[in-house]
C-alpha cells in the first residue's frame, strides 16, 4: 500500500516520470509487433525452406529418373541385339578359338557402348552354358558353379524381361570373389535376361553403376553435416546415402509412405523436417532429413539481435524521456542538422530562430558563420579562377621556342641554298601565323579563321620539311562560323608533325576534319606517321584522366609543370576550363600506322563560350 501510495504522489509531482510512462507505453505495441513478426518471420522461413529444397529435390528427382529410365532403356537394347545374341547362341557349336573370337567381338559392342556413357562404371555379359563373363572393366572370365550364385538364381526367377537392380552390402555375403568389381558395396547393377522371348536361352547382362555418380545427384540438396540425404529404390532398398552412419529407425515409417510429402519427427535429440520426394515413373524416391535448427540458424542472429533493439529501445526511451523533460533535445538536433549540412556542404543552410535564450544566440552565430564561410569560399573560388584563366593566356602567348628557333634555322638555309626562292613565302606566313595568334586579345575564332591560322603554320612546316608530307582539311561547311578557343589545334598539329610525320621517310600525310555530330562538335588530327607504343599510349591516357574542370591546381601553377605530354595536357586542361566537363579530348595510336586524337566539345558550349568573350 506504501509503495502504491509513494508511486501516485510521484506521479503527480514528477513530470519526467509521466514522459517516461507515456513513452514506455508508446513502445509496447513495437515490442509485441516486434516479437509477433519474428516468429512468424521464422514460420515462414521454415516454409519457404521446406518448399526451395521440395522444387530442387523434385529437380534431382527427374534427374535420376532420366538416368535410371536410360540405363533400363540400354539394357533392353543390349538384351534384345540380335547380332550379341546370335554370337553367344553359336557360341556352344564353336571351337575354343572359335568361342574366343566370338566373345571377343561381342565384348567389343558392349565397349563401345559403354564409352560413350560416363555414367556408367561397366557392362557386363553372363554366358550362362559356359559360365564366361565378358565385361568391360576386366574382359572374360570363367566362373565355377555360376548357377549356383544367389544372384543368378534371383534373376532366372524373375519375368522374362524384367529387370532386376541389385545393391550389394557390405554385410551381404554370396557374391564370387571374382566378380567383386560387378557386385561391389560402392556400386549397384542392373541385371536382366537376354533375348526373354527364348525361353532356352538364359544369359544375363549386367549394367553397373558407381554409387558417387548416384551421390553427385543429391549431394548438392544438403549444405550442412547435420542435413542427410537418402535415395531409394522402388523397392525402398536403400541406394545411396550422404552420411555413413546408420540409417536412423524412424526412417522405416517414412519408406512405406506412397507419394511425396514434408512431415515433422523427433529423434533422440531433435526435432527434424522429413522431406520425400518419389518418382510416380520409376518408383524410387529421395528423402530429405533436416534438424529443425538448421533452417532457423540464419534467423536466429536476427532474433537475437531484434531482443537487443528491444532492450536498447527501453533504454533510448528513458533517456530521451530525461532529455526532453530538460528541454534542451530540439535546438540541439536543430543545430546538429545544420552542422551535418554544412558538412555535406551546402552552404545555404539557415537555421530557423525562435528562442530568445543562450540556443537562440548559438544558432543566430551558427547562421552567421555559414554566411561568411559562404562568402570566404565564394571569393577564393573566383580568385583561383581568375587566376587559371590569366595563367592560361599567358601560356597561349608563349609560342614554342624550338619552332621558332628552326624556323629561323630553315630561313637561313634556305637563303644559303635558293638564295631568294621560298624565303619570302615562309616569312610572310611566319608573320601571319605571329599576327593572327596574338589578335589583339581575341580568344575565340571562328572554324574558318582556326583553319587559316592552322595553314600558315603547316606552310612554314612543310617549306621546313621540304613537302616531306601533304596537308589535307575536311571541313564540312556548317562548322565554317562555329566559334571555337584560339591555338586548340596547333599543339596537336604540332605533334603530329614532331612525332609522327617528321620519322616518316616519306608518303607522309596529315589530315585535320571538322563535322558536327548529334549536337557535338568534332575535330581530328590524324596522322599516319610512326604512331605510339602501347605502353606509353596507356602512360598518356591515364595522364589526360587525371586533367578535369576541378584540378584548378593543374592550371594555376601549384603543382609543378608536366614536361612529358604537356602540350596534351594543356590543351585538354584548357577544354575543361572553358567548356567544362562535357568537352573531352581522347587519343588513339597504332605503332607504325599513325595516331589520331579528337576532341568533342557540346555545340551549345561553344556558343556560349563566344557570348562570355564578348561580355568581358
Same mark, same amino acid.
Given at each position: 500500500?506504501?509503495?502504491?501510495?509513494? +508511486?501516485?504522489?510521484?506521479?503527480?509531482?514528477?513530470?519526467?516520470?509521466?514522459?517516461?510512462?507515456?513513452?514506455?507505453?508508446?513502445?509496447?505495441?513495437?515490442?509485441?509487433?516486434?516479437?509477433?513478426?519474428? +516468429?512468424?518471420?521464422?514460420?515462414?522461413?521454415?516454409?519457404?525452406?521446406?518448399?526451395?529444397?521440395?522444387?530442387?529435390?523434385?529437380?534431382?528427382?527427374?534427374?535420376?529418373?532420366?538416368?535410371?529410365?536410360?540405363?533400363?532403356?540400354?539394357?533392353?537394347?543390349?538384351?534384345?541385339?540380335?547380332?550379341?545374341?546370335?554370337?553367344?547362341?553359336?557360341?556352344?557349336?564353336?571351337?575354343?578359338?572359335?568361342?574366343?573370337?566370338? +566373345?571377343?567381338?561381342?565384348?567389343?559392342?558392349?565397349?563401345?557402348?559403354?564409352?560413350?556413357?560416363?555414367?556408367?562404371?561397366?557392362?557386363?555379359?553372363?554366358?550362362?552354358?559356359?559360365?564366361?563373363?565378358?565385361?568391360?572393366? +576386366?574382359?572374360?572370365?570363367?566362373?565355377?558353379?555360376?548357377?549356383?550364385?544367389?544372384?543368378?538364381?534371383?534373376?532366372?526367377?524373375?519375368?522374362?524381361?524384367?529387370?532386376?537392380?541389385?545393391?550389394?552390402?557390405?554385410?551381404?555375403?554370396?557374391?564370387?570373389?571374382?566378380?567383386?568389381?560387378?557386385?561391389?558395396?560402392?556400386?549397384?547393377?542392373?541385371?536382366?535376361?537376354?533375348?526373354?522371348?527364348?525361353?532356352?536361352?538364359?544369359?544375363?547382362?549386367?549394367?553397373?553403376?558407381?554409387?558417387?555418380?548416384?551421390?553427385?545427384?543429391?549431394?548438392?540438396?544438403?549444405?550442412?553435416?547435420?542435413?542427410?540425404?537418402?535415395?531409394?529404390?522402388?523397392?525402398?532398398?536403400?541406394?545411396?546415402?550422404?552420411?555413413?552412419?546408420?540409417?536412423?529407425?524412424?526412417?522405416?515409417?517414412?519408406?512405406?509412405?506412397?507419394?511425396?510429402?514434408?512431415?515433422?519427427?523427433?529423434?533422440?535429440?531433435?526435432?527434424?523436417?522429413?522431406?520425400?520426394?518419389?518418382?510416380?515413373?520409376?518408383?524410387?524416391?529421395?528423402?530429405?532429413?533436416?534438424?529443425?535448427?538448421?533452417?532457423?540458424?540464419p534467423s536466429n542472429n536476427l532474433r537475437k539481435f531484434t531482443y537487443y533493439i528491444i532492450a536498447v529501445s527501453i533504454l533510448l526511451t528513458v533517456i530521451i524521456a530525461w532529455v526532453v523533460y530538460r528541454g534542451i533535445s530540439s535546438p540541439l538536433a536543430s543545430l546538429a542538422y545544420g552542422m551535418k549540412q554544412m558538412r555535406q556542404g551546402n552552404l545555404n543552410t539557415r537555421l530557423p530562430i525562435d528562442r530568445r535564450d543562450d540556443f537562440g544566440n548559438v544558432t543566430r552565430s551558427f547562421n552567421d558563420m555559414v554566411k561568411e564561410h559562404r562568402h570566404l569560399i565564394k571569393n577564393n573560388y573566383e580568385q583561383q579562377l581568375l587566376m587559371a584563366k590569366t595563367e592560361l593566356r599567358l601560356l597561349q602567348s608563349q609560342i614554342n621556342p624550338h619552332f621558332l628557333y628552326n624556323t629561323l634555322d630553315s630561313i637561313y638555309w634556305k637563303a644559303e641554298n635558293y638564295e631568294a626562292g621560298e624565303i619570302s613565302e615562309m616569312v610572310l606566313n611566319l608573320s601571319k601565323f605571329f599576327r593572327t595568334s596574338l589578335s589583339k586579345g581575341k580568344d575565340v575564332?571562328?572554324?574558318?579563321?582556326?583553319?587559316?591560322?592552322?595553314?600558315?603554320?603547316?606552310?612554314?612546316?612543310?617549306?621546313?620539311?621540304?613537302?616531306?608530307?601533304?596537308?589535307?582539311?575536311?571541313?564540312?561547311?556548317?562548322?565554317?562560323?562555329?566559334?571555337?578557343?584560339?591555338?586548340?589545334?596547333?599543339?596537336?598539329?604540332?605533334?603530329?608533325?614532331?612525332?609522327?610525320?617528321?620519322?616518316?621517310?616519306?608518303?607522309?600525310?596529315?589530315?585535320?576534319?571538322?563535322?558536327?555530330?548529334?549536337?557535338?562538335?568534332?575535330?581530328?588530327?590524324?596522322?599516319?606517321?610512326?604512331?605510339?607504343?602501347?605502353?606509353?599510349?596507356?602512360?598518356?591516357?591515364?595522364?589526360?584522366?587525371?586533367?578535369?574542370?576541378?584540378?584548378?591546381?593543374?592550371?594555376?601553377?601549384?603543382?609543378?609543370?608536366?614536361?612529358?605530354?604537356?602540350?596534351?595536357?594543356?590543351?585538354?586542361?584548357?577544354?575543361?576550363?572553358?567548356?567544362?566537363?562535357?568537352?573531352?579530348?581522347?587519343?588513339?595510336?597504332?605503332?607504325?600506322?599513325?595516331?589520331?586524337?579528337?576532341?568533342?566539345?557540346?555545340?551549345?558550349?561553344?556558343?556560349?563560350?563566344?557570348?562570355?568573350?564578348?561580355?568581358?
Amino acid at each position: 500500500m506504501k509503495l502504491l501510495n509513494w +508511486f501516485a504522489n510521484r506521479w503527480v509531482e514528477s513530470l519526467q516520470l509521466r514522459l517516461t510512462i507515456y513513452f514506455l507505453l508508446i513502445l509496447v505495441p513495437l515490442v509485441f509487433v516486434s516479437l509477433f513478426a519474428n +516468429f512468424e518471420s521464422r514460420s515462414i522461413l521454415e516454409q519457404q525452406v521446406s518448399e526451395r529444397i521440395q522444387n530442387a529435390m523434385v529437380g534431382a528427382m527427374e534427374y535420376i529418373d532420366l538416368t535410371v529410365q536410360n540405363v533400363e532403356e540400354l539394357s533392353m537394347i543390349i538384351a534384345m541385339d540380335s547380332n550379341i545374341n546370335q554370337k553367344l547362341t553359336q557360341v556352344e557349336a564353336k571351337t575354343r578359338h572359335e568361342s574366343n573370337y566370338d +566373345f571377343s567381338q561381342v565384348l567389343s559392342s558392349i565397349s563401345n557402348i559403354s564409352s560413350i556413357n560416363p555414367l556408367l562404371s561397366q557392362i557386363s555379359i553372363l554366358h550362362a552354358s559356359s559360365g564366361t563373363v565378358l565385361s568391360t572393366k +576386366f574382359g572374360g572370365k570363367r566362373i565355377d558353379n555360376i548357377k549356383n550364385q544367389p544372384w543368378y538364381m534371383e534373376i532366372q526367377s524373375t519375368n522374362k524381361g524384367a529387370g532386376i537392380w541389385l545393391i550389394p552390402r557390405q554385410d551381404q555375403p554370396g557374391y564370387d570373389i571374382e566378380l567383386q568389381s560387378i557386385f561391389s558395396p560402392t556400386s549397384i547393377t542392373l541385371m536382366r535376361l537376354m533375348d526373354y522371348f527364348n525361353p532356352d536361352v538364359s544369359n544375363v547382362v549386367m549394367i553397373t553403376i558407381n554409387k558417387q555418380k548416384l551421390l553427385q545427384m543429391i549431394s548438392n540438396l544438403s549444405n550442412s553435416k547435420e542435413e542427410k540425404v537418402y535415395l531409394f529404390n522402388e523397392n525402398q532398398q536403400l541406394v545411396a546415402a550422404t552420411t555413413d552412419e546408420p540409417m536412423p529407425a524412424m526412417m522405416e515409417d517414412y519408406q512405406n509412405i506412397q507419394g511425396s510429402t514434408i512431415q515433422t519427427a523427433m529423434d533422440s535429440q531433435h526435432e527434424l523436417i522429413v522431406t520425400r520426394i518419389h518418382s510416380k515413373e520409376t518408383g524410387w524416391s529421395v528423402v530429405l532429413v533436416q534438424p529443425v535448427q538448421t533452417i532457423h540458424a540464419p534467423s536466429n542472429n536476427l532474433r537475437k539481435f531484434t531482443y537487443y533493439i528491444i532492450a536498447v529501445s527501453i533504454l533510448l526511451t528513458v533517456i530521451i524521456a530525461w532529455v526532453v523533460y530538460r528541454g534542451i533535445s530540439s535546438p540541439l538536433a536543430s543545430l546538429a542538422y545544420g552542422m551535418k549540412q554544412m558538412r555535406q556542404g551546402n552552404l545555404n543552410t539557415r537555421l530557423p530562430i525562435d528562442r530568445r535564450d543562450d540556443f537562440g544566440n548559438v544558432t543566430r552565430s551558427f547562421n552567421d558563420m555559414v554566411k561568411e564561410h559562404r562568402h570566404l569560399i565564394k571569393n577564393n573560388y573566383e580568385q583561383q579562377l581568375l587566376m587559371a584563366k590569366t595563367e592560361l593566356r599567358l601560356l597561349q602567348s608563349q609560342i614554342n621556342p624550338h619552332f621558332l628557333y628552326n624556323t629561323l634555322d630553315s630561313i637561313y638555309w634556305k637563303a644559303e641554298n635558293y638564295e631568294a626562292g621560298e624565303i619570302s613565302e615562309m616569312v610572310l606566313n611566319l608573320s601571319k601565323f605571329f599576327r593572327t595568334s596574338l589578335s589583339k586579345g581575341k580568344d575565340v575564332f571562328t572554324i574558318q579563321e582556326t583553319m587559316e591560322h592552322l595553314n600558315y603554320y603547316l606552310t612554314v612546316q612543310r617549306l621546313r620539311y621540304a613537302d616531306h608530307f601533304v596537308v589535307k582539311f575536311d571541313v564540312e561547311e556548317s562548322c565554317n562560323h562555329v566559334p571555337l578557343l584560339k591555338l586548340i589545334l596547333q599543339p596537336l598539329v604540332e605533334n603530329a608533325i614532331l612525332h609522327g610525320l617528321e620519322k616518316k621517310s616519306e608518303g607522309g600525310e596529315l589530315l585535320i576534319s571538322c563535322k558536327v555530330q548529334d549536337e557535338t562538335l568534332i575535330l581530328k588530327v590524324e596522322d599516319n606517321g610512326k604512331g605510339i607504343e602501347s605502353n606509353r599510349l596507356h602512360a598518356i591516357r591515364q595522364e589526360l584522366a587525371k586533367v578535369s574542370y576541378n584540378d584548378y591546381k593543374g592550371f594555376s601553377g601549384i603543382q609543378p609543370v608536366y614536361h612529358e605530354f604537356f602540350g596534351l595536357r594543356n590543351v585538354k586542361a584548357r577544354l575543361k576550363l572553358f567548356y567544362k566537363e562535357q568537352a573531352d579530348l581522347t587519343i588513339d595510336s597504332t605503332l607504325n600506322f599513325g595516331t589520331v586524337i579528337t576532341i568533342s566539345i557540346p555545340l551549345q558550349s561553344c556558343y556560349e563560350l563566344e557570348t562570355g568573350q564578348e561580355e568581358d
